[in-house]
């Protein structure tokens, strides 16, 4: 049974950097895209990063280009985002998402297919 789980949420500063992590675990990812969303309270899911299988192609939301880095470590089957200079619209639950299939991601909720359970970022003012 696929299981994704993401770590690493928590309380920062505006300014401030966090790392949130997402371990998949039920099968071999290592040729299928993953993605970052975030969700704030009373908005829409939104598509923060993706990243392609081989870890090669990546793409980010406008609203976090420069701040956010998204990695990957297929030996350990997990993905990263490096968040940096965090801002107060930051603030929301991070999902991880994954492709069933394609080694590519794009920016869209209807192309993953397993998603974790989310973490918790709050940035203060």
């Known amino acids: 049974q696929v299981q994704l789980v993401e770590s690493g949420g928590g309380l920062v500063q505006a300014g401030g950097s966090l790392r949130v992590s997402c371990a998949a675990s039920?099968?071999?990812?290592?040729?299928?895209?993953m993605g970052w969303f975030r969700q704030a309270p009373g908005k829409e899911r939104e598509f923060v990063a993706a990243?392609?299988?081989?870890?090669?192609?990546?793409l980010y939301a406008d609203s976090v280009k420069g701040r956010f880095t998204i990695s990957r470590d297929n030996a350990k089957n997990t993905m990263y985002l490096q968040m940096n200079n965090l801002k107060p619209e930051d603030t929301a639950v991070y999902y991880c998402?994954?492709?069933?299939?394609?080694?590519?991601?794009?920016?869209?909720?209807?192309?993953?297919?397993?998603w974790g359970q989310g973490t918790q970022v709050t940035v203060s003012s």
């Open positions: 998402a994954v492709r069933r299939y394609s080694g590519y991601g794009g920016r869209t909720r209807e192309e993953y297919d397993y």
């Open positions: 039920g099968r071999s990812f290592s040729s299928v895209a």
């Open positions: 990243i392609s299988a081989g870890g090669f192609g990546t």
